[in-house]
């Protein structure tokens, strides 16, 4: 197998042990649309860690985290349902980091790379990063685990049984912007959110309990990977879409399968 | 009104105002160990709000909450929706608040007649179901004040019944207090110590009879028990060709798992 290959897979895989868990979450939130809007700022970090000659990846977090929290402050508001205030954040900000990028002048970037993803060029220091903070994403979310849960299925019962709420939703909002940064290289922010819901929404039919869930997402999550990376090289397909589509082949086929049971 | 038992929950002079419109005015409220007080009052008359400002999820604009010191709080919800793309068992749903024994979790359920769900997906379970098993959890923090919103909710009336039965059971055996939201007065009279009537403010309160013959009363509700509107309670439906359904089966038919 050539170097690349096995790079991407490694990198590839490495994103999908992430995007399993919490990804479960996202789908039990309802929160793709959420994961949306995060994701579509990451070009705005993108764009502002060039322009201050800043870490990429740091610019990226920074800025998502910024607008979660903007997004859970203006969801207070009555005004606006919750929906049109992401679509207004979400293409707000994928505007503005097009804009930002284009006013930024000798800079010659990949753009369709920052989109749809490059997975066939990371480097080993990228590997290393997606594997850092993969761990560091499990780490975080297995500590809270148990209040998010809680408050996924009851807000007010969790909030008086003592459960710590606001702290476990600040801490997943930080999980998912780390997860967008080191995920951006392997499909691309637009389809970011996918990699999150496509494997959990599958995972449903063969779990029992949230972990099982969780668990069986990582291994569809990887199989995607190994099947869309595949089918890339084998078709010269683009690697990105590739890994998606096959996701969606993954869950139509989980469908016909549970249909026979 | 006897004084003499131990004061769990009181509120003050509470007013709260929501997008403009007071929804709380001066409501005064007190709930004794052994006690069960109920609420009652048309929808919008600020009930729930009222409950959530004594649990500590909404503050008052004015007034005093208090809490007996180290009180410990049993909620049982008005509305639990639980998304199917969850997978929960009612064992799960159990122990999301606080970790608790096997025999502790069994003998609640027992008590609250819903042994043989524990393994459940808790999305298979019907509307009165729900209800026991809402209730089970907040029996198991072996509260001093149970608060229960609506707990009859999505019931049958014969289940209406049992469970009212229930909940007064739970407080012979617990000696804790109890602070229930009904807007049905007449089901609950039995088993009721004390009525407050609510709409946006404290129309009257007293023993149930009092109240359900209360002017106040009759203003919010209209008529006297006596010649109270019949209501009628469906236990069925019917489908397209005129068969009936039975409203238990339809209730579980819509709660499949996805």
Known sequence: MDDFVLRALLAGVGVAIAAGPLGAFVVWRRMAYFGDTLAHSALLGVALGFLFDANVTLAIVVVCVLLALLLVALQRQQRLASDTLLGIMSHGALSLGLVVLAFMEGLRLDLLGYLFGDILSVTRGDIFWIYATGLLVLIGLALIWRPLLADTVHEELARVEGVAVVPARLGFMLLLALFIAISMKVVGILLITSLLIIPAATARHFARTPEQMALVAILIGCL???????????????AGPAVVLAAVVI?????SWRRRD | MEKSSELLAETRGVQLDLQGRRVLDHVDLAVHRGEIVTL???????KSTLVRVLLGLMKADQGLVYLRPGLRIGYMPQRLTIDPVLPLTVRRFLTLGKRCSEAHMREVLQEVGAGELLEAPIQ?????ELQRILLARALLRDPDLLILDEPVQGVDITGQLDLYRLISRIRDRLNCGILMVSHDLHLVM???????CLNQHVCCSGHPEDVSSDPAYLALFGSPPGLAVYTHHHNHRHDLDGHIVPAEKQERGQSGDG
Not at chain 1, 224 to 238: N, R, T
Not at chain 1, 251 to 255: A, D, G, K, P, Q
Request: no cysteine.
């Open chain 2, 190 to 196: 039995a088993t009721t110590d004390r009525v407050l």
């Open chain 2, 124 to 128: 298979n379970t019907s509307g009165g």
């Open chain 1, 251 to 255: 869950f139509v086929l989980s469908f």
């Open chain 2, 40 to 46: 009652i009052g048309p929808n919008g008359a600020g």
């Open chain 1, 224 to 238: 995607a990977v190994s099947g869309g990376l595949l089918a890339s090289l084998q078709w010269d397909l683009p």
